[in-house]
Antibody
C-alpha cells in the first residue's frame, strides 16, 4: 500500500516561493509505472492539476499551462520523495495542495493522495 | 481546454435511494481517460472509477460508471450513510488533467 506524506509551510508571502515535499512509502519515485503529481484545490478554481514528474529510463516532467514558467517539480531518489516549487506566488495561489500518484491503477487517474496542505499566500 | 460540467450541483436523497450523477465534456473524451472521485470534508479525493467504468481497488459494487463520448454517469445503486459526500469527474487530454466542479450528495 502506498502512502504519501506531505510537509511544508502553511504561510507564504506574496512574490516568494511556495515549496512542498511529498515523501513516498510503499513505492518508488523512480518507478517505471508511476507518475508523481501535484494538484491543488481552492473554492475559486476547484481541483486543478499542476504538474508531474516521472521516470521512464530518464526523468520527465510536465506542467499545466496555468502555472508553466513558475513551477518546478523535482524528484529526490535518495529520500524517495518529490517536491513542488511555485515561485512569484500571489493570493490567487492560496489553496490546499495535494501530492498524488498516477499511472498505477490507470495512466490517466490518481489512485493515492497525500493528506493535503493548506497554503495561504499573505503578507 | 476540455471543460467538464457536472450536474446537478446538489443532489438531496435518502439512504437506500439511487443516485445518478452526470458529467458532460465540452469535447469528446476517450473512455480510458475519464475517472470519478469521492471527497469528504477535510479529506483528499478518493479514486472510485477509472476508464469510465472500472472500479478502483476496494470500491463497493454499488458504485458504477458508464458513458462514452461526451456524456458520462456515476451511479450509486443504494446510498449508504458513508456515501454522502462530493463527487468529481476528471479527464485527461492534451498532456494535462481537468476536473469537474463537483456534485454534492446530501442527506434529504
Amino acid at each position: 500500500q502506498v502512502l504519501l506524506h506531505q510537509s511544508g509551510p502553511g504561510l507564504v508571502k506574496p512574490s516568494q516561493t511556495l515549496s512542498l515535499t511529498c515523501v513516498i512509502s510503499g513505492d518508488s519515485v523512480s518507478s517505471n509505472s508511476a507518475a508523481w503529481n501535484w494538484i491543488r484545490q481552492s473554492p475559486s478554481r476547484g481541483l486543478e492539476w499542476l504538474g508531474r514528474t516521472y521516470y521512464r529510463s530518464k526523468w520527465y516532467d510536465g506542467y499545466a499551462v496555468s502555472v508553466e514558467g513558475r513551477i518546478t517539480i523535482n524528484p529526490d531518489t535518495s529520500k524517495n520523495q518529490f517536491s513542488l516549487h511555485l515561485n512569484s506566488v500571489t493570493p490567487e495561489d492560496t489553496a490546499v495542495y495535494y501530492c498524488a500518484r498516477g499511472g498505477y491503477t490507470s495512466a490517466f487517474s490518481f489512485d493515492s493522495w497525500g493528506q493535503g496542505t493548506l497554503v495561504t499566500v499573505s503578507s | 481546454e476540455n471543460v467538464l460540467t457536472q450536474s446537478p450541483g446538489t443532489l438531496s436523497l435518502s439512504p437506500g435511494e439511487r443516485a445518478t450523477l452526470s458529467c458532460r465534456a465540452s469535447q469528446r473524451i476517450s473512455s480510458n481517460y475519464l475517472a470519478w472521485y469521492q471527497q469528504k470534508p477535510g479529506q483528499a479525493p478518493r479514486l472510485l472509477i477509472y476508464g469510465a467504468s472500472s472500479r478502483a481497488t476496494g470500491i463497493p459494487d454499488r458504485f458504477s460508471g458508464s458513458g462514452s463520448g461526451t456524456d458520462f454517469t456515476l451511479t450509486i445503486s443504494r446510498l449508504e450513510p458513508e456515501d454522502f459526500a462530493v463527487y468529481y469527474c476528471q479527464q485527461y487530454g492534451s498532456s494535462s488533467w481537468t476536473f469537474g466542479q463537483g456534485t454534492k450528495v446530501e442527506i434529504k
